[in-house]
């Protein structure tokens, strides 16, 4: 009867933490697109920015705008911080990630 009993639990504790490493597996690919998003785009808007000569004022590039519009208002830092996470997207596993 006891044993019977540890048998179950390990198979229980063998099956949460398949469970927890399908979570984190999936959670690796979704961070892991972000980041390959994000420097797609970073290197999207450096490539332009060397081609328009470092003006900002000839970019088309979405974050060129973003930099357009608060270098008036002086929050160009959080500006693109929030461009770049908006790229990240939020992660569907953890919503309230305490991290970021």
Excluded: C, W
């Amino acid at each position: 009867m006891g044993t019977d009993s540890k048998h179950q639990d390990r198979a229980r504790r063998r099956e949460e933490r398949a469970a927890r490493r399908a979570v984190r597996q999936e959670e690796r690919v979704h961070r892991r697109q972000g980041l390959r998003a994000v420097m797609e785009q970073h290197r999207t808007f450096m490539d332009e920015f060397k081609a328009s000569g470092s003006r900002i004022k000839k970019m088309d590039h979405p974050l060129a705008e973003v930099i357009r519009t608060n270098q008036r208002n002086g929050h160009v830092v959080e500006a693109i911080r929030k461009y770049f996470k908006g790229l990240m997207g939020a992660n569907p596993a953890r919503p309230e990630d305490p991290t970021t």
